[in-house]
């Protein structure tokens, strides 16, 4: 390694080291001055770190898969406001500490739009982590009868977006819902969430199985909070209907 990879290697600019030679030339190639070339470089160091950056958040915030807010068609899904999207995208709810709620029936995309949103919140910086209100209370749950709670609490409160899916699916064990109390207190006013419900708010009681719990639970995360509610059909049953209106026998029925 030659001085000046040797530097640029001390001062961890790996993308600089790395492509020195091509940068160097380009620079000269477009007669940049000392100043646009220097703004270039560091240019060139910033995007890649920030990619870094960023696949590794979104490796850490484990989604079930990659979706993002380009993804999502707003003309299937009249009942979203692309306005609110638009404003939720900036993550001020995040910086805020609020909470947002994605209710709705089954496949009308609040996964997709929980793991785009958190998408975004990587992009500007936040921490995420996503998990399945099963896997949540399944993890606090034996970690409580392990005698380890303390620390999963803590695990699941640090991150600053934590997104909690498919909260009411399944109704919660005894106990369950208490735990659940304990995650969002100690989150409370510290990190946001982001949980989606095929369940109304109204109906969270039943969920947790303990109308005082549920009461204080819904005091804490609808205190600063924002509530998208989605209606309308599943964006797969539709794909479904129009693949079927575009079959064979349907065109020959039209003509
Ligand atoms: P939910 O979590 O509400 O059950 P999903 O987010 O899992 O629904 O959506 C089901 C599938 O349909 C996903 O693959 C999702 O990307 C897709 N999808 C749902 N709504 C839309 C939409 N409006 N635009 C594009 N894709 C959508
Ligand atoms: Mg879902």
């Known amino acids: 390694m030659d001085d000046l990879s040797e530097m640029l290697n001390r ?14 030339t380009e620079a000269s190639n477009k007669e940049m001055t000392l100043r646009e070339a220097l703004t270039f470089f560091c240019k ?16 850490m915030a484990r989604f079930p898969w990659s979706r993002s807010l380009e993804q999502f068609e707003y003309e299937a899904q009249p009942s979203i406001d692309p306005r609110q999207m638009r404003e939720l995208s900036t993550c001020r ?25 958190g998408r ?14 099963a896997r949540l209370l399944t993890d606090l749950s034996s970690a409580h009868q392990e005698n380890r709670l303390e620390g999963r609490l803590r ?11 498919e909260l009411g699916y399944l109704p919660f064990e005894p106990q369950a ?23 109304s708010v109204g109906e969270w009681g039943e969920v947790f199985g303990d109308p005082v719990v549920a009461t204080a639970i819904l005091d804490r995360l609808l205190h600063h909070s924002h509530v998208v509610t989605i209606k309308g059909e599943s964006y797969r049953l539709r794909e479904k209907r129009r693949s079927g209106l575009l079959s064979p026998s349907c065109q020959t029925k039209e003509t």
């Open 120 to 133: 975004e919140a990587i992009k500007e910086g936040y921490t995420t982590l996503f998990t399945t209100a």
């Open 93 to 117: 709810w995040i910086a805020n500490g609020d909470a947002l709620l994605l209710l709705g029936p089954p496949g009308v995309g609040k996964t997709h739009l929980a793991v785009a949103l």
């Open 44 to 59: 060139q160091e910033i995007e890649s770190k920030d990619d870094r950056r960023i696949e590794m958040g979104i490796r």
């Open 11 to 24: 001062l961890k600019l790996i993308t600089l080291r790395d492509r020195i030679e091509n940068l160097l």
């Open 155 to 165: 695990h699941y409160a640090k991150p600053k977006l934590l997104i909690i899916d």
């Open 177 to 199: 819902a208490h735990l659940f109390f304990q995650l969002v207190s100690q989150r409370y006013e510290r990190g946001s969430c982001l949980i989606t419900s095929n369940r």
